[in-house]
């Protein structure tokens, strides 16, 4: 298993750019797979970016395209989602996910996430 830990989240004016961050901890991080969702009010929670065991492949959902990047470190067990451009509907709970994984190839997006952090609040204002 592994504990998820995200930071970074507060109030923002449209156009600012935040920077996500998920600390890791309890087993090997590389075996895991990374993602970030958010569930926006009144929505369903939606998949938002994902990335590789070694940051060589990414995956983003179409609305964030361009817009977000997802990275990670794993020298400090963190995984990273840089928010640019941010505007009112970005606004959300953002949660950081992982995915236990060992192949050399593993499903960013529609792979299941079995390990959530407890979500930080990114609040957009006009």
């Known amino acids: 298993q592994v504990q998820l830990v995200e930071s970074g989240g507060g109030l923002v004016r449209t156009g600012d750019s935040v920077r996500l961050s998920c600390a890791a901890s309890?087993?090997?991080?590389?075996?895991?797979?990374m993602g970030w969702f958010r569930r926006a009010p009144g929505k369903e929670r939606e998949f938002v970016a994902g990335i590789d065991r070694f940051g060589m492949r990414t995956s983003y959902a179409d609305s964030v395209k361009g817009q977000f990047t997802i990275s990670r470190d794993n020298a400090k067990d963190t995984v990273y989602l840089q928010m640019n451009s941010l505007k009112p509907e970005d606004t959300a709970v953002y949660y950081c996910?992982?995915?236990?994984?060992?192949?050399?190839?593993?499903?960013?997006?529609?792979?299941?996430?079995?390990?959530w952090g407890q979500g930080t609040q990114v609040t957009v204002s006009s």
């Open positions: 996910a992982a995915r236990y994984c060992t192949s050399i190839y593993c499903d960013l997006q529609g792979g299941k996430y079995d390990y």
């Open positions: 309890g087993r090997t991080f590389s075996n895991y797979v």
